[in-house]
Structures are given as structure tokens and as C-alpha cells.
């Protein structure tokens, strides 16, 4: 059920940062930057970035501006 423009998007962006971070601690890394890999760093940023877009939507619906 969509409730707005790009929530597909959104919800990708996050589960798929939230996978790449699980699943990539995991595995054998040859980057590391200091306690986290460097895919991991990818994987925590497209979570933090689908997270942040996700709450600005999710608030400006719900004070009832209009989302473009």
C-alpha cells in the first residue's frame, strides 16, 4: 500500500543498506577502516540516507504538506 511518491524506493534504499551491512560482516574483508569494511561503511550509509529521506516523508505528510 503506497502511501506516497518513492516510498518503494525509500523502503529499497534501507532494507538494502541494512542487508549489505549484516551480510558483509560476514564475510572475509580485504578493506577495513578501522572497526568497520569498507562495504559495510556503503551498506550503514544507504541505510542512514534511505532512513533520513524516510522520516523528512513520514513528517511531512504527516503535518500535511504535500510531498513532490
Do not use: C, P
Not at 8 to 26: C, K, P, Q, S
Amino acid at each position: 500500500n503506497k502511501r506516497y511518491e518513492g516510498e518503494v524506493a525509500v523502503r529499497y534504499l534501507i532494507m538494502y543498506g541494512l542487508g549489505r551491512f549484516l551480510i558483509d560482516g560476514m564475510r572475509v574483508n580485504l578493506v577495513d577502516l578501522g572497526w568497520i569494511s569498507l562495504h559495510q561503511a556503503a551498506g550503514l550509509g544507504l541505510f542512514i540516507i534511505g532512513l533520513s529521506t524516510w522520516l523528512v516523508m513520514y513528517f511531512k505528510k504527516k503535518n500535511g504538506k504535500k510531498i513532490r
